[in-house]
């Protein structure tokens, strides 16, 4: 007996109250995955972006090994261990708090790999380098100093260059005009009270130029290391100018130079009849070397040496007369 119409429709209802999460795919034949093993992957799992993935965690699993690996234990834990416990004995002595460098001493890499490549990175290029100087020094150990290396000896020198600064090098070259010659206390002076937009660039050169010519090569130092004079010398410069100097340790710029840097932008600059070009923006940075004013007096010195060694000025020569005839050779 078959149900009536009513009924179908009720029964076909209570079969599909309940939604489906999966979507719906149509099956063209019966014996569609048929035969395939259910333990086995789906099909998907050896496509190129899941291979992808897979090499990633890889990676990452052998990073984060890595990493443990150089945060974890070595063989300078003990030693780490001791000084942080004798650290934390004196805090508690003390009754203060570790901060800083006291409270953080096993936090930063130690294992001997790390610090060897770190202080030194090529032992071998060291070790030949101090190979060959110590051949120099035997091969030259009997022969006289050059004019060169006393100098060297004598006299210190520092030479700065600044990072790239945005601006030109024909903008920037009459800043190092201005400096070269004088001393630094006036080279800063002068860019202190100039308009020149890139005058507090360089006079932020000549301030750290001065302070690591201080505290890296000790010059500069007349006072404490007692190289004022008696009294103070008038020498004559390499431009012609006399001035007056009385701490030859005192520092001044010798050399200033300007050179090109990479370019940093490019814009449109739009011209008539539709046409247009490229205008690059440029930067430049400037160099100087200072030196101690000792370097001016013996420059000073030889210059008039030499002039003292020259001959006389004769106006006439002392040489015989030829060629001469009493007429005209034209």
Known sequence: MSLHLPARRVATAATTSKPSLLPLTQRRHAWFNWGRNKSSPPSSANTPFTQELTRREREEQLAKKNMDRTQGTSIFDEELADTEAKAKEDGDKKGGKRTGAEGGIGRATSMREHMERAMDPDPRWRVRFLKRKVVQMVQNRNKPLSRDERIKRSEKQLVSASPALPTSTKK???????????????????????????????????????????????????????????????????????????????????????????????????????????????????????????????????????????????????????????????
């Open 172 to 330: 920037l070259v009459h800043l190092s005009h201005q400096i070269v010659g004088k001393t630094v206390d006036e080279a800063i002076t002068q860019m202190r009270f100039s308009k020149k937009k890139m005058a507090r660039e360089v006079k932020w050169q000549l301030e750290e130029a001065r302070d690591r010519a201080i505290a890296a090569r000790g010059m500069g130092l007349g006072s404490v290391s007692r190289g004022a004079l008696d009294k103070p010398t008038k020498i004559q410069t390499k431009d012609g100018k006399w001035i007056e100097v009385n701490d030859p340790t005192a520092l001044y710029v010798d050399q200033s130079w300007v050179t090109k840097g990479p370019w940093r932008g490019v814009r449109i600059q739009y011209h008539a009849r539709s046409r247009m070009s490229q205008m690059w923006r440029p930067t430049a940075s400037i160099s100087v070397v200072l030196k101690e004013e000792k370097t001016r007096i013996r420059q000073h010195d030889e210059r008039v040496e030499k002039q003292a060694k020259k001959a006389p000025w004769v106006h006439l020569p002392n040489r015989p007369v030829t060629a001469q005839r009493q007429y005209y050779s034209w």
